[in-house]
C-alpha cells in the first residue's frame, strides 16, 4: 500500500553531493585568482613585498635585514623571493575544502545505507499555529515495532513510541514515551479517522500515520522518524559490544521467561540472566529488556526501559566511537527513516555532547482498564490536562492552549468514554 509512497531515495541525493563540490572547486579557484593578484601586485611595488621565507615571523626588523643582506651575498644579486605563504594557505585551503568533502561524501556513503523513505510534510498533519509554537524545538519519533522474522513491517504495530525532543538553542534532548495503549485519534487503511490503541496507528498506515496520530493528539510538530525492529536494536547492542544497564529484581523473571522467544525471533541464542544489579546486556538480552511487561510494571514500565536502551546506546556510541563504522555497516540496513544526510549531519554534533536534560512518561494520568469491546486501553484523563503538562514540562510552555484539532479529539475521547477522571498516573 505504501511501497510508491515510501520509496528508496538514495539516488536522488547524489546530484546535491555533486554540486556542493563544484561549488567548493569554484571558490577554490576565485582564491587562486585572488592571490595571484596579490603577487603580481607585490612584484610591481617591492616595497609592499612581504616576510622572507627563511625568516622567522618573530624576529625584529633588524634581524631581518641581516638576513638580507647575507642572502644577496649568496649569488641573490640582492633579488627578493616572492612570498611563498599564499601558495600554503591555498594549498591548506584546498586540503580542508577536499577533507570537507571527503568527510560529507563519507557520511552520505554511510547513511545512505538506511531504509531511507521519501515523505512530504503536508502527510505529518501539523498544525501551523503549533508549529510557531514550537519553532526551536526539533521532535523526531523512535519507534520499536514488534515485526518478528518472516513478518511484514508493514502491517507491524509499535511496542514501543519515543519523542525525542531537540532544544535547538541549548541542544538539551528530551525523551517523552508514549503508553502503546494510549486510547488516541489516528487514521484507518482507508483514511477514515477513529479513537485506538497507539500501537496500531503503525499497522494502518506506517510511522507516517504514528506521527500524525502524535501532531494530532498532543499538538506537536513531528516530521521526521527512525523506525527500528528488535532485531536491529539486537544487531546495534551487539555491533557496540553490549551496553550496561541496571537490572531490577522484577524485571530478571520476565528476562528469561521472555528471552528464548526473542532469540529465536532474532536468530541468536539466549544467555540466561543470574543476577540483579548494573550489567552488561548483549543484543538479544537488551531487545528483551525493551519487549517485558508482564510482571515488570505494565506498558509504562516498557517504554521507560526502551528509553534506558536508547540512552545508553548513545552513551556507548560517544564513548567508543570506533564502533559505529560497524554499526552503520551492520545496522543501518534494517532501520527505515525519511532523515536525509543533511538531516542527520545537523543532527550529530547535539548527539556527540548528548545532554538528556529530562525524561517523561504520557499520558501522566490515565483511566486503565477494559471497555466495552473487551480490550484493555489507556484513555487519557483528560488529553487537555495532559498535554498541558507535556507542554509546560517539554517546552516550558505555561500557558498551553490546544489547537482546534486536538480539543476536537479531546470531546470525541470524553464522548465516546464518558471517563474524565483517572485510576492510574504516569
Known amino acids: 500500500m505504501r511501497s510508491d509512497k515510501y520509496k528508496n531515495n538514495s539516488e536522488n541525493r547524489k546530484p546535491k553531493e555533486i554540486k556542493k563540490q563544484r561549488k567548493s572547486d569554484t571558490m577554490s579557484e576565485d582564491f587562486l585568482a585572488e592571490f595571484h593578484n596579490i603577487e603580481e601586485k607585490q612584484k610591481n611595488n617591492p616595497s609592499n613585498a612581504g616576510v622572507n621565507s627563511n625568516t622567522d615571523f618573530g624576529q625584529s626588523d633588524k634581524s631581518k635585514g641581516k638576513m638580507k643582506k647575507k642572502k644577496s651575498g649568496n649569488g641573490n644579486n640582492g633579488k627578493k623571493k616572492k612570498r611563498i605563504w599564499p601558495k600554503v594557505l591555498i594549498v591548506l585551503l584546498i586540503l580542508i575544502g577536499v577533507s570537507a568533502a571527503g568527510a560529507y561524501y563519507f557520511l552520505d556513503t554511510q547513511l545512505s545505507k538506511f531504509d531511507y523513505v521519501e515523505t512530504d510534510y503536508e502527510e505529518f498533519g501539523i498544525d501551523e499555529g503549533v508549529a510557531d509554537k514550537l519553532d526551536g524545538y526539533r521532535n523526531i519519533a523512535i519507534l520499536g515495532t514488534d515485526e518478528r522474522q518472516g513478518e511484514s513491517s508493514e502491517t507491524s504495530r509499535t511496542d514501543a513510541i519515543i519523542i525525542a525532543t531537540v532544544n535547538e538553542d541549548t541542544g538539551d534532548i528530551t525523551l517523552t514515551s508514549v503508553m502503546r495503549d494510549s486510547y488516541l485519534l489516528m487514521d484507518d487503511r482507508y483514511g477514515e479517522s477513529f479513537l485506538d490503541k497507539a500501537t496500531h496507528a503503525h499497522a494502518f498506515g506506517g510511522p507516517v500515520n504514528t506521527c500524525k496520530m502524535l501532531n494530532q493528539s498532543l499538538d506537536l510538530n513531528i516530521s521526521e522518524f527512525i523506525v527500528m525492529d528488535w532485531v536491529s536494536v539486537a544487531d546495534t547492542v551487539d555491533a557496540l559490544g553490549g551496553i550496561t544497564i541496571d537490572v531490577q529484581e522484577n524485571e530478571l523473571a520476565d528476562l528469561n521467561k521472555w528471552g528464548p522467544e526473542t532469540a529465536s525471533n532474532t536468530g541468536r541464542e539466549w544467555t540466561e540472566i543470574t543476577s540483579t544489579g548494573e550489567q552488561r546486556l548483549d543484543g538479544v538480552q537488551a531487545a528483551t529488556y525493551c519487549r517485558i511487561r508482564k510482571t515488570s510494571g505494565g506498558d509504562p514500565g516498557r517504554t521507560e526501559r526502551m528509553k534506558k536502551v536508547v540512552m545508553a546506546v548513545l552513551a556507548e556510541a560517544k564513548s567508543h566511537p570506533t564502533k559505529i563504522t560497524s554499526v552503520t555497516d551492520s545496522v543501518l540496513p534494517e532501520i527505515r527513516t525519511n532523515m536525509n544526510t543533511s ?84
Open 343 to 426: 538531516a542527520f549531519t545537523s543532527l550529530i554534533p547535539k548527539l556527540l555532547d548528548f545532554n538528556i536534560s529530562k525524561s517523561v512518561g504520557y499520558p501522566f494520568n490515565y483511566w486503565g482498564g477494559i471497555m466495552d469491546d473487551g480490550i484493555w486501553y489507556a484513555v487519557p484523563t483528560t488529553l487537555e490536562e495532559n498535554n498541558a503538562r507535556l507542554h509546560e514540562e517539554v517546552f516550558g510552555d505555561t500557558d498551553y492552549q490546544m489547537s482546534n484539532k486536538a480539543a476536537e479529539i479531546n470531546q470525541k475521547i470524553i464522548n465516546e468514554t464518558g471517563i474524565t477522571e483517572g485510576t492510574d498516573s504516569e
